[in-house]
Structures are given as structure tokens and as C-alpha cells.
């Protein structure tokens, strides 16, 4: 496999044209099937962990391998390496950046200025492809939604589009399935939820 990293120069703040601060975003590129001449660039989006690109083995590969194309994988802003305030990302003041509208915005840029820069075999003329899974399964489909113009489509792998704010049916399953290994399971699982509660609230109950 065929991998290599490199960072790009990210706006913080997509919405604020007064900020005109910037930090550096990790991405990953896979070129081991990239014909430029006639292969589309494949946007893997990586989601709320550390991004290691992609494997032989991956959906991504594969779809590069089928397609002649070039696997770029950006890491998601405020995870892995890529930290838009560096060890102070995580304060409550920063995190306000931490949206799935910056990283749509995130997403556009980073393509607009490959393909503007004419880097990795990239012209302006290659098409792209955003792919991901669960999280940024749904910033694929919403990047194709609100981005139209920038791709030729998307694949949305169980993309979680439609955000349910009290979703009891996650934990009518958990409860369900702990409860196979018998009662004493669910109650634990109950017990530490109480706990870390009281934790997070101050409250004793």
C-alpha cells in the first residue's frame, strides 16, 4: 500500500471573513490505482476519531481500484492530529467551532484548492467523489445536498441524516441485548449511567 501524509492549511472559522486564522489539517493520500488522465479523486471523510487513511482491504480501495481513481482522506477538525487550537482545542471557548456546518465548509475548501493548486495529478477538470460511513456517511450525502457543483456524487454508508434528539430506541436495544447474559447485566450498565451523572451533574440521587 502506497500512503503518505501531508497537512493542509485549514480556515478555522468558515463563516467569519473578518477571522482570518488558519491551522493545519491532516490528510492522507492513496494513489496505488491513480490514472490521471481518466481516474475521478475519492474524498474519504474520516469522522469523530483519528484518521489513518485507508487499507488495501477498505470499500475506498476497492472503488479506486475499479475506478482508476485517488483516495484523498481528510481528518475530521478536532480529532487526531488535527487540532484547530492545538492543545488548547478542547476548551469550552474553541469548541464552538466544532460543527458538522464547518466541516461541510471544511470539505469544499479542501477540494477547491487541490483542484485549484493542481496537486497530486489533480486538475480542475478531475470529478470528485465523497464517501463515508455513519457520521461522515452523513456529511457525504449533505456535502453532495449543499455542494452540488463539487462532486458527481456520493456514497453515504448508513448515513445518519436525520438526528433524533431523544433516540430511546438505542437503549431499548442496549437494554435488550445485555439483558441475554442475564438481569444482573442491564442493571450494571443502569448503575454506571446513574453514576457518571451524578458525576457530571453534582447531583447525588
Given at each position: 500500500m502506497k500512503q503518505e501524509q501531508f497537512w493542509f492549511s485549514q480556515i478555522v472559522d468558515h463563516f467569519n471573513y473578518q477571522n482570518s486564522n488558519v491551522w493545519l489539517q491532516r490528510f492522507f493520500v492513496y494513489d496505488s490505482y491513480f490514472h490521471p488522465s481518466t481516474g475521478p479523486v475519492i474524498l474519504y471523510i474520516c469522522g469523530e476519531a483519528e484518521c489513518h487513511g485507508i487499507s488495501d482491504q477498505s470499500y475506498a480501495a476497492k472503488i479506486a481500484q475499479?475506478?482508476?481513481?485517488?483516495?484523498?482522506?481528510?481528518?475530521?477538525?478536532?480529532y487526531g492530529k488535527s487540532l484547530p487550537f492545538g492543545s488548547d482545542s478542547l476548551s469550552l471557548e474553541n469548541l464552538k467551532f466544532l460543527t458538522a456546518e464547518q466541516a461541510l465548509r471544511d470539505l469544499a475548501y479542501f477540494l477547491t484548492?487541490?483542484?485549484?493548486?493542481?496537486?497530486f495529478g489533480i486538475t480542475e477538470k478531475t470529478p470528485w467523489i465523497t464517501i463515508g460511513g455513519s457520521y461522515p456517511g452523513a456529511l457525504a450525502a449533505w456535502f453532495r445536498n449543499?455542494?452540488?457543483?463539487?462532486?458527481?456524487?456520493?456514497?453515504s454508508s448508513s448515513g445518519v441524516v436525520l438526528a433524533v434528539e431523544d433516540f430511546?430506541?438505542?437503549?431499548?436495544?442496549?437494554?435488550?441485548?445485555?439483558?441475554?447474559?442475564?438481569?444482573?447485566?442491564?442493571?450494571a450498565i443502569q448503575n454506571i449511567?446513574?453514576?457518571?451523572?451524578?458525576?457530571?451533574?453534582?447531583?447525588n440521587k
Open positions: 475499479e475506478t482508476n481513481g485517488l483516495v484523498l482522506s481528510l481528518e475530521h477538525r478536532y484548492q487541490i483542484s485549484k493548486n493542481k496537486q449543499k455542494y452540488p457543483h463539487l462532486t458527481i456524487g456520493s456514497i430511546k430506541m438505542f437503549d431499548e436495544q442496549i437494554y435488550l441485548s445485555a439483558n441475554k447474559s442475564g438481569t444482573f447485566c442491564p442493571d449511567s446513574n453514576y457518571v451523572e451524578e458525576q457530571v451533574t453534582g447531583e
